[in-house]
């Protein structure tokens, strides 16, 4: 029960439409609280890999999409390292969404890897080219505000 209750987001997993998003916008204030402390992230990663596969097995499904927990881990690190600014966040948050639901190269092999590995690695790594394309464009933005 509390599995399922982890996994999906505090249940938001079960939301009709987009619940993806939903999961996103939790990653979002995850990342708020813990922007200091984004070391200790590593070890939410790992619980989050443990939790999905778990709660996979428990509605027997590989992937189902009620589990959101990956995108609740995955979206503080499209945001690591940005300023809070709201532009930032919003760039890092419509970056993250795109590559999750894109997946381009390696990001959609990656759900290959077996149980909760297969659920979270892709939004890790969807999380890792939102990053860079968020300082990207944060970077660029700044030199055409100052230049």
């Known amino acids: 029960m509390m599995v399922k209750f982890l996994a999906t987001g505090f249940g938001i997993g079960y939301l009709p439409k987009a619940p993806g998003t939903f999961g996103s916008i939790l ?75 894109w997946k381009p190269f390696p990001i959609r092999q990656s759900q290959k890897l077996p149980g909760g590995w297969g659920i979270v690695v892709d939004d890790l790594l969807a999380g890792i080219c939102a990053c860079i394309t968020t300082h990207a464009i944060a970077w660029s933005c700044r030199e055409w505000l100052t230049g």
């Open 27 to 101: 990653g979002v204030g995850l990342w708020w609280l813990m922007k200091d402390y984004l070391p200790y992230h590593a070890i939410l990663i790992l619980v989050a890999v443990w939790i999905a596969g778990a709660a996979a097995k428990q509605l027997n499904h590989s992937d189902p999409s009620c589990v959101v927990i990956d995108e609740i881990v995955g979206m503080p690190i499209a945001l690591a390292g940005i300023a809070p600014v709201w532009w930032h966040i919003l760039i890092g948050f419509a970056a993250f969404r795109l590559f999750d639901i």
